[in-house]
C-alpha cells in the first residue's frame, strides 16, 4: 500500500494567520482527498484533488478558505487560511489505494494526521 | 439522517469478543471498510469487505455484511488492551468516490 508523508504533525497557530499542510506520497496517485476531523467528531470529506484541474469542494467548504494544490501525482497542499479557533482540528490526506486486482485490493490510505490548534 | 451509523461506546473485558456494529443507507455501496483510530494517530485501515461478499475473516477479525439489512459489523476474537481506539467504519459508492465515514465507535479494553 502506498506511503503518505504529512507534515506538520502538529502547529498552533495564531487567528487570522494560514498554515499550509504538506502531503507526499511515495507513489503516483490519481485522486487525492482531504479530511478535517473536529475535537470528538468523525471525518468529513474537505474536496478531492485530482492532478491538473482544480480540485472539486465539498458542501460547506470553499476554495477561498481552503485552498489546494496538486502540482503532481505524489504531492498536494492543503493551505488553511485567515484561521479562526473553529477551525481547530485535525487535517488528513487520503489516497486510493490498489495492489494488483483492483476489486481485491481497494482501499484508501491516511496520513498520519496535522493536529492545528488555533489560539 | 445520517448516512452511516454507529454506536458511540463499547466497553469490553480483555480477553473476550468485541463486536462493533454499522448501519448505512446507501445499497448502492461497493467496498465497506472498518479503521482503527489510535489516541493522537491517523487512520489505520484494518479491515475491508466488497458488496459481493457475506463475511470475511483476517486472523482475529471478522467482518459480517447483511445487505438486506444494511448492517456491517466488526467482530475482534480475543480483545487485548492494545485494541483500546475508535473504530470508524467508512463505505465508498464506486471507485474514485468518497468515502463516507461513520460517527466511530469508541472501544474501551478493561483488564
Known amino acids: 500500500s502506498a506511503v503518505i508523508s504529512q507534515k506538520p504533525s502538529r502547529d498552533i497557530c495564531q487567528r487570522g494567520t494560514s498554515l499550509t499542510i504538506q502531503c507526499q506520497v511515495d507513489?503516483?496517485?490519481?485522486?487525492m482527498f482531504w479530511y478535517r476531523q473536529q475535537p470528538g467528531q468523525s471525518l468529513t470529506l474537505i474536496a478531492t484533488?485530482?492532478?491538473?484541474?482544480?480540485?472539486?469542494?465539498e458542501s460547506g467548504f470553499v476554495i477561498d478558505k481552503f485552498p489546494i494544490s496538486r502540482p503532481n501525482l505524489t504531492f498536494s497542499t492543503l493551505t488553511v487560511s485567515n484561521m479562526s479557533p473553529e477551525d481547530s482540528s485535525i487535517y488528513l490526506c487520503?489516497?486510493?489505494?490498489?495492489?494488483?486486482?483492483?476489486?481485491?485490493?481497494?482501499?484508501?490510505?491516511f496520513g498520519s494526521g496535522t493536529r492545528l490548534t488555533v489560539v | 439522517g445520517e448516512d452511516v451509523e454507529q454506536s458511540l461506546f463499547l466497553s469490553v473485558r480483555e480477553g473476550d469478543s468485541s463486536v462493533i456494529n454499522c448501519t448505512y443507507t446507501?445499497?448502492?455501496?461497493?467496498?465497506l471498510y472498518w479503521y482503527k483510530q489510535e489516541p493522537g494517530a491517523g487512520l489505520q485501515l484494518l479491515t475491508y469487505?466488497?458488496?459481493?461478499?457475506d463475511m470475511k475473516q483476517d486472523q482475529r477479525l471478522t467482518v459480517l455484511l447483511n445487505k438486506k439489512d444494511k448492517h456491517l459489523s466488526l467482530r475482534i476474537a480475543d480483545t487485548q488492551t492494545g485494541d483500546s481506539a475508535i473504530y470508524f467504519c467508512?463505505?465508498?459508492?464506486?471507485?474514485?468516490?468518497?468515502?463516507?465515514f461513520g460517527g466511530g465507535t469508541r472501544v474501551l479494553v478493561k483488564p
Open positions: 469487505i466488497f458488496s459481493n461478499m
Open positions: 446507501d445499497s448502492s455501496s461497493t467496498y
Open positions: 487520503s489516497v486510493e489505494d490498489q495492489e494488483g486486482d483492483r476489486v481485491a485490493n481497494y482501499g484508501y490510505t
Open positions: 484533488a485530482n492532478q491538473g484541474s482544480e480540485a472539486t469542494y
Open positions: 507513489s503516483q496517485v490519481t485522486m
Open positions: 467508512a463505505l465508498v459508492k464506486a471507485a474514485g468516490n468518497k468515502l463516507t
